[in-house]
């Protein structure tokens, strides 16, 4: 097994630094560059040439974002959906509302090959089986795929969209799902678990790199674990902070892996780096995301 260690690629700007992604050439302002968002202050960050843009989404909460096929953005808020036309977030509103229990919120997502929205829920004191995973199609229509989930987290697919990995994250381990249009997610198994003598939270965002190995954020492990397609670790990226959220290829060759991490359950003088966005260059190249057809 191979080890590395992550550089601080951004100062501490977020409180809880979520969902990065490397934004798709598609002729707005912000192509190809790192997003990400600060998920408990409902802003999304994007690492411009002359600086950190925040935007507002409008909401408490600002789960994650994807692109748009057609152009633009969605944004996941604390009970909802908003898109925007711009990808700068200009123009937000509402598209679909997902949640009405205010003591639940949106967290983790991503999007199928065929351009559908999963987003997982969460209890805010994140109750045991408080939270589902929610399908949205492109033409707006929601259905629960995963319910009796806590802290719903990290879905992304195989290059050949064969294959989804999810995690539950206080289940300590990641799930892989089969996948195809017509039956969507399906069939279940465990990928991957912590050992019982782990130390750390559990499995958090996740990313797939060109050959098919998920590199996993491991929430309260101070790392990145990188496994192969038969679920055994090959690689950890070591990081200086104990809260590492989540994980996402990009640069201008998908080889620079980016790493968000949280400054949540730390005290104010603890881990100054934390909430800082981390990277490293593990030698392999990333997966764009894929975008929501709607």
């Not at 990400?36 to 843009?53: E, K, R, S």
């Not at 199928?112 to 939270?131: I, K, S, T």
């Not at 989804?164 to 994250?169: L, S, V, W």
């Not at 069939?187 to 499995?203: H, M, N, Q």
Request: net charge negative; proline share 7%; charged share 25%.
């Amino acid at each position: 097994m191979w080890r590395m260690k992550a550089a601080q690629h951004s100062d501490p700007v977020a409180f809880h630094a979520e969902g990065p992604l490397w934004w798709p050439d598609d002729g707005s302002e912000v192509a190809g560059m790192l997003r990400w968002v600060d998920l408990i202050n409902g802003q999304v960050l994007t690492d411009a040439p002359a600086g950190i843009i925040r935007a507002d989404v409008g909401s408490s909460i600002a789960a994650f974002l994807r692109p748009r096929r057609g152009g633009g953005a969605v944004v996941a808020t604390e009970h909802g959906l908003s898109i925007a036309d711009d990808a700068r977030l200009d123009d937000l509103k509402p598209f679909a509302e997902l949640i009405d229990d205010p003591a639940v919120r949106l967290n983790e997502g991503g999007c199928a090959p065929d351009g559908a929205l999963l987003v997982g829920a969460m209890r805010y004191d994140a109750a045991p089986g408080g939270g589902r995973l929610i399908e949205i199609l492109p033409d707006g229509t929601a259905s629960t795929v995963r319910e009796d989930v806590t802290v719903s987290n990290g879905i992304a697919w195989s290059p050949d969209g064969s294959l989804a990995y999810y995690n539950d994250t206080p289940s300590r381990q990641t799930a892989v799902y089969s996948w195809d249009p017509e039956r969507r997610l399906h069939d279940p198994r465990r990928f991957f678990a912590l050992d019982d003598g782990d130390d750390a939270v559990g499995p958090d965002g996740l990313c797939v790199d060109v050959d098919g190995n998920v590199w996993t954020a491991i929430y309260g492990g101070s790392r990145v674990e990188c496994h192969d397609p038969s679920g055994r670790l090959v690689e950890v990226v070591e990081l200086p902070v104990t809260n590492v959220t989540a994980c996402a290829f990009g640069g201008e060759g998908f080889d620079r892996l980016f790493i968000t991490t949280s400054r949540e359950n730390l005290a104010d003088d603890e881990q100054p780096e934390a909430g800082a966005v981390f990277v490293a260059e593990p030698g392999v190249r990333g997966l764009p995301v894929h975008q929501f057809g709607g």
